[in-house]
C-alpha cells in the first residue's frame, strides 16, 4: 500500500484528487493539507510515502520551501509537484529543492497514478 499525503490550498481540488486516488487499491491518502506547514505536519504524523505538492500556496509556506524541508527530514518520502505552471522556471526550482517528480493539474488520473508508482519503485 502507497501512502500519500495530498497537499493543495483548494479544497475542492484535493477532494476531487481524493476521488481519483481512492479508485486504485494499492494507493492509500492518509492525509490532506492546505498549506506548506500543514504539510510538515501530517509527514511527521503520517510518514507518507509519496506527497503531491501544490506550489502555489498563498498562506505560510509555499510549495517548494515545505519540499526543501520535508526532503531534508524524510529523504526516502517522495515529492511530486504537483501545479498548474509548465514554465522551465518551475520546474528547475523543483529539481533545486530535491522534487521526485512534477506532474501538471491538467494531466489525465492514469498519469498522476503513474506519477506516484514511478516514484515509489
Do not use: C, W
Request: hydrophobic content about 40%; overall charge negative.
Amino acid at each position: 500500500m502507497i501512502k500519500v499525503l495530498l497537499v493543495d490550498d483548494h479544497v475542492l481540488i484535493r477532494k476531487g484528487i481524493v476521488l481519483l486516488l481512492n479508485n486504485f487499491p494499492d494507493i492509500e491518502v492518509v492525509g490532506e493539507a492546505d498549506n506548506g506547514e500543514e504539510a510538515i505536519q501530517l509527514t511527521y504524523q503520517h510518514e507518507p510515502d509519496v506527497i503531491l505538492m501544490d506550489i502555489s500556496i498563498p498562506d505560510g509556506l509555499d510549495g517548494f520551501t515545505a519540499t526543501k524541508e520535508i526532503k531534508k527530514n524524510f529523504p526516502k518520502t517522495k515529492v511530486v509537484i504537483l501545479t498548474m505552471h509548465n514554465e522551465t522556471a518551475y520546474i528547475q526550482q523543483a529539481i533545486e529543492v530535491d522534487a521526485d517528480g512534477y506532474i501538471l493539474k491538467n494531466s489525465e488520473g492514469g498519469e498522476m497514478y503513474e506519477a506516484i508508482q514511478t516514484v515509489f519503485t
